[in-house]
């Protein structure tokens, strides 16, 4: 098991926790490799319910983009060399770190406190019903930092809201309250601050009161249009584009010297 990820289970209902408080949940890469194992592991023997969560008030702010992220040791040299290939098959393995929950054979539940950015909404996205507390907000950055939201955000995201409300968040990056967020049909369930979790475990609950058989079935069918969908395909062509570009590296300076990026067309 990872240093961050921990996995607790109450008879039929299995919660998986990301815990890396310090930095709001940020995915690094042994956090993405551990989120794809993690899910494969328990696919091979699958609860009930899976419930997905992240510890200390914050569901994930998204991927680590701290210099210390082996990840971004990878993708920068990747972007330098203009190595299509290359980004085409990380974003690959990262996107198939999202489609462990989103092809689980039970469902999932994410249980979403505070930030849920970039592919911490992309990994709420991959999940069945999303429950999500006041106090949490949303949003896909990526395009901010000269990047697209790749790993299941465009194509999931448009599935939920349609592709205009999809359009507003992803090509401004804005973050979304809870409010605008349960208006667009982005979370399931709204409930008090500090109780997603709880509200949760509860709706797993009345999941179980279902037949096994009848569930992972009727979840199939449901799943089928997303398992046929070639958009993540498209998604990982655009995003490819985005990084063989080189905006991200000004984005990503931007980022760390806490400053607007200046873009090369303005």
């Not at 701290?66 to 060399?81: E, F, V």
Request: some cysteine; overall charge negative; aromatic content about 4%.
């Amino acid at each position: 098991m990872s240093d961050w990820i921990s996995v607790t289970h109450d008879g039929p209902i299995a919660t998986l926790t990301l815990d890396r408080q310090a930095r709001r949940n940020a995915m690094n890469s042994a956090v993405w490799t551990d989120l794809r194992d993690v899910a494969h592991g328990l696919a091979a023997s699958p609860p009930r319910v899976l419930i997905v969560t992240g510890a200390g008030g914050h569901f994930s702010s998204g991927m680590d983009l701290s210099a210390d992220n082996p990840l971004l040791m990878r993708l920068l040299p990747l972007i330098q060399k203009r190595d299509e290939q290359g980004l085409t098959q990380l974003i690959a393995e990262l996107q198939e770190t999202m489609n462990a929950y989103a092809d689980f054979p039970v469902p999932v539940i994410a249980a979403v406190e505070g930030a849920c950015a970039g592919s911490g909404l992309e990994w709420a996205l991959s999940c069945d019903l999303i429950v999500a507390a006041e106090g949490a907000f949303f949003s896909l950055p990526e395009t901010r930092h000269g990047m697209v939201p790749d790993v299941g955000g465009t194509t999931r995201l448009t599935r939920r809201v349609g592709q205009a409300r999809a359009s507003d968040l992803i090509l401004t990056g804005r973050n979304l309250s809870l409010d605008e967020a349960e208006t667009w049909g982005l979370v399931d369930r709204r409930v008090p601050e500090g109780t997603a979790l709880k509200a949760a475990t509860e709706l797993a609950k009345q999941i179980c009161l279902s037949a096994p058989t009848a569930t992972e079935q009727a979840l199939t069918v449901l799943k089928d249009l997303e398992n046929n969908d070639p958009s993540l395909a498209r998604e990982r062509a655009a995003g490819t584009r985005a990084l063989i570009s080189g905006e991200v590296l000004e984005g990503f300076a931007a980022f760390g010297e806490k400053r607007a990026p200046k873009w090369a067309a303005q």
